[in-house]
C-alpha cells in the first residue's frame, strides 16, 4: 500500500481525491479506513440530528478538485430539478442537500466507497519501509504513508454537570446518540452557538415546546474565524509566530466558537420573540431527576422543568485519534506541542511517513484547520509533496 488514510470524513475524502485526481497515485494503491456504514458517516449523520439546512461556509469550500465545482454542479441540477435557492448570501453558501450530493458526485468520480475499508483502526507502528497499522478486526495493514485525517466527531463536550448516566440528557453529536423526541415534549438544549441553535430550530418546528440555555448572548459572525485567516492577512503573523503555546492562544481566540450567522440570529430571535423558543442566559448549576421530569437548576436562580435534555456543546478541545495516534506517538517519538497536539512541517509532516489534516494540523494551519478550508488547504500542502 502506497497511502492509507485514516478518517473517512470531510477531510479524508478530500485528501484521497486530491491524492488521485493531482498526483497520479493508483486507485489500488490508496485505502480509507473508516468504521461508518459508508464515507462521510458521520457528517452526515451530525448534519441531519440538528437539522441543518445550509452550510456555515462560501461555494468554493467543497471536497472536489475544481473551486468552481460546486457552482458547475450547482448549475446542472437546477437545470435538472428546478431546484429553489441552491446558495444564498454574498458568499453562496450552499444548501445542504446540494453539498450532499456535490459530495456523492466526488465519492463516485473517484471511485471512492470501493476503497474504503470498514474499521477502525486501532493501533500504529513506524519502521524503516512505512508504517503498519493494526484494525479493530485484528487485520494488519502495511503502508509506506499514512494520513491522519481524524477529527473530534466521536469527542463530544460534556459539561460537569451533565452525568452521562441520566435519563433523557444526550449529546446530539455522540455516536451512538437516539435521544431524539418521537412525541411531543418540553426540551431544554444546551449551547449557544450553531448547532445549538440548529437543534433549537428544528424542535420548534416539529412543535416541541424548546428551552434554550446559554453561558452568554447570542453572537452574530458570518463564519466561525475571520476571512483573514485563510491568506496572509493573519497568517504571515501566525507563521512567524514560533512559540506553540502562543499559536495555541491564537487559535483559541481567533475561533468565534458559539456564534451563529446571521441567518439564523434573525430566525432564532423571531422564534424567541413568539415565545416558540424561550432563551436563558446563564450557567447551568446542577440537574435533577424529579419523578418522571429533569430539573435544570441555573445559576441565575431559575428552575427548568423538561423532559428531556439535548447537550448542543461542541466537541472536546483534547488531541483526537484516540489510541491508534498514541501508539504512533509511542512508536516514533513523535514531537508534540504542550497542549498534545502535533508538531509539524509545513507540509503537514508529522515524520517523513505519517501526514496530518483536521485538527492534528492546526497548529500549522490555524484556526481554519477543523473544517472545509482546512482540509483544502491541507490538501494543498500534501500533494505538493506526495
Given at each position: ?7 473517512g ?5 478530500h ?7 493531482e498526483t ?5 494503491r490508496?485505502?480509507?479506513v ?8 458521520r ?12 452550510l ?30 441552491p446558495?444564498?448570501?454574498v458568499?453562496?453558501r ?21 476503497l474504503?475499508?470498514q ?7 513506524v519502521?524503516?519501509?512505512?508504517v503498519?497499522i493494526?484494525?479493530?478486526?485484528g487485520?494488519k ?12 466527531g466521536?469527542?463530544?463536550?460534556w459539561?460537569n454537570w ?9 449529546h ?5 446518540f437516539?435521544?431524539w423526541?418521537?412525541?411531543t415534549?418540553t ?17 420548534k418546528?416539529?412543535g ?5 440555555v446559554?453561558?452568554h448572548?447570542l ?8 476571512p483573514?485567516?485563510?491568506?496572509p492577512?493573519y ?12 499559536r ?11 456564534s451563529v ?18 432563551w436563558h442566559?446563564?450557567?447551568v448549576?446542577?440537574l435533577d ?10 445559576k441565575?436562580?431559575?428552575?427548568l ?11 472536546s478541545?483534547?488531541r483526537p485519534?484516540?489510541?491508534v495516534?498514541e501508539t504512533?506517538?509511542a512508536?516514533?517519538s ?12 509545513p ?6 511517513r505519517?501526514?496530518v489534516s ?17 482540509a ?11
Open positions: 500500500m502506497e497511502w492509507l488514510i485514516i478518517g470524513g470531510i477531510h479524508g475524502v485528501i484521497a481525491a486530491r491524492l488521485l485526481g497520479g497515485v493508483a486507485p489500488g490508496l485505502r480509507i473508516d468504521p461508518g456504514d459508508r464515507l462521510l458517516e457528517w452526515r449523520i451530525c448534519a441531519d440530528t440538528i437539522g441543518m439546512t445550509r456555515r461556509s462560501p461555494s468554493v469550500h467543497h471536497l472536489d478538485l475544481n473551486p468552481r465545482s460546486l457552482s458547475y454542479f450547482a448549475s446542472r441540477r437546477r437545470r435538472r430539478r428546478r431546484e429553489n435557492k446558495f444564498a448570501g458568499y453562496d450552499p444548501s445542504l442537500a446540494l453539498f450532499n450530493a456535490h459530495s456523492d458526485h466526488v465519492l463516485k468520480t473517484f471511485g471512492l466507497p470501493d474504503h475499508i474499521d477502525r483502526a486501532t493501533e500504529g507502528s519502521d524503516s519501509d512505512g503498519e493494526t484494525l479493530s478486526s487485520r495493514i502495511a503502508t509506506r504513508n499514512v494520513v491522519l485525517a481524524v477529527g473530534g466521536e469527542q463530544p463536550e459539561p451533565a452525568s452521562r448516566n441520566v435519563s433523557g440528557v444526550h446530539v453529536f455522540d455516536p451512538s437516539d435521544g423526541p418521537s412525541t415534549e426540551v431544554a438544549v444546551l449551547g449557544g452557538g450553531l448547532s445549538a441553535a440548529q437543534t433549537a430550530l428544528r424542535l418546528s416539529e416541541h415546546r424548546v428551552h434554550m446559554s453561558r448572548a453572537r452574530e459572525h458570518r463564519f466561525d474565524s475571520a483573514g485567516w485563510l491568506g492577512k497568517m504571515v503573523g501566525f507563521n512567524r509566530e514560533k512559540d506553540l503555546a502562543r495555541r492562544a491564537i487559535i483559541t481566540e481567533a475561533r468565534h466558537r458559539g450567522p446571521r441567518g439564523v440570529r434573525i430566525a432564532l430571535c423571531g422564534a424567541a420573540a413568539r415565545n416558540q423558543i424561550h442566559e446563564g450557567e448549576e446542577a431527576r424529579q419523578s418522571d421530569a429533569l430539573a435544570l437548576r441555573l441565575t436562580h431559575q428552575l422543568h423538561v423532559d428531556r435534555v439535548l447537550l448542543a456543546t461542541g466537541f478541545a483534547l485519534g484516540g489510541s495516534v504512533l506517538i512508536s516514533a513523535l514531537p508534540c506541542a504542550g497542549c498534545g497536539y502535533p508538531i509539524v512541517d507540509q503537514l509532516r508529522w515524520h517523513p505519517i501526514r483536521g485538527p492534528l494540523a492546526e497548529l500549522e494551519l490555524g484556526p481554519v484547520a477543523r473544517n472545509i478550508a482546512g483544502r488547504r491541507a490538501g494543498d500542502r500534501l500533494v505538493g509533496v506526495a
